[in-house]
């Protein structure tokens, strides 16, 4: 069984100022792990992906994150916050390899408030 | 990537009437995953559809409530039934696709749905 916990439901920065989103998860096998970002009244976007080729995953507008299996973390960064970046993001977690069409566990999600 | 059209985006809907969602799919896909996200929380999978068999469930939620059906490999719908405010969410089609040994999933816009 995968699960997946994102340790704050609410992230408030400044705009300028570094971005952290935590997440932890737990699987079985080697999991395959993703952040989904979702701003207001709009689909989800896929922010990065995780693939075995490295452990510091670079996503779209800036974000990376770090793939940690000593600590089964998978925390999602970014330098400077953007009042863009305002939005839900999601941690999601799929166990299943090579496998089309894989059933994704999502974490609770983490609101990202960005203060002017 | 894959594009998925999904429709209505939003509907305003009288208690005991139904609603249903259609899920459209610019590839053929084996696997069709309807989600469901209630008001300020995560996503939560309703159930997986396969073209040509019964669609599978998750745990609380029911055939009776969402009928699902999988005509083709590009296309599906999801059903809500007997509608009641408890079911005011936001619906969303799902697929998924292997790149390399990985897979990603991709995501229709959702539909807001309100019931009254």
């Known amino acids: 069984a995968q699960s997946v916990t994102q340790l704050d439901s609410h992230v408030s920065v400044s705009e300028g100022t570094p971005v952290l989103l935590r997440c932890n998860y737990s699987?079985?096998?080697?999991?395959?792990l993703f952040w989904y970002v979702q701003h207001p009244n709009k689909g989800l976007q896929l922010l990065l992906k995780?693939?075995?080729?490295?452990?510091l995953v670079k996503g779209i507008n800036g974000f990376e994150a770090e793939f940690k299996k000593s600590e089964t973390s998978f925390h999602l960064t970014k330098p400077s916050a953007h009042m863009s970046d305002a939005a839900e993001y999601f941690c999601?977690?799929?166990?299943?390899?090579?496998?089309?069409?894989?059933?994704?566990?999502f974490g609770g999600g983490t609101r990202l408030m960005v203060k002017p | 990537s894959a594009v998925i059209s999904q429709k209505p985006s939003r509907d305003i809907c009288q208690r005991g009437t139904s609603l249903t969602i259609q899920c459209q799919v610019d590839?053929?896909?084996?696997?069709m995953f309807w989600y469901r996200q209630q008001p300020g929380q995560s996503l939560t999978l309703i159930a997986t559809?396969?073209?040509?068999?019964?669609?599978?469930?998750e745990s609380g939620f029911v055939i009776d409530k969402f009928p699902i059906s999988r005509p083709n490999l590009t296309f599906s719908t999801l059903t809500v039934s007997n509608m009641s405010p408890e079911d005011s969410s936001i619906y969303l089609c799902?697929?998924?696709?292997?790149?390399?040994?990985?897979?990603?999933?991709?995501f229709g816009q959702g539909t807001r749905l309100t019931v009254v």
């Open positions: 799902s697929v998924g696709r292997s790149s390399g040994l990985r897979p990603e999933a991709f």
């Open positions: 699987s079985s096998y080697s999991p395959s």
């Open positions: 995780y693939t075995s080729a490295a452990t």
């Open positions: 999601v977690v799929s166990e299943e390899e090579g496998k089309a069409g894989n059933m994704l566990t």
């Open positions: 590839s053929q896909v084996t696997m």
């Open positions: 559809a396969n073209q040509g068999s019964e669609a599978t469930y």
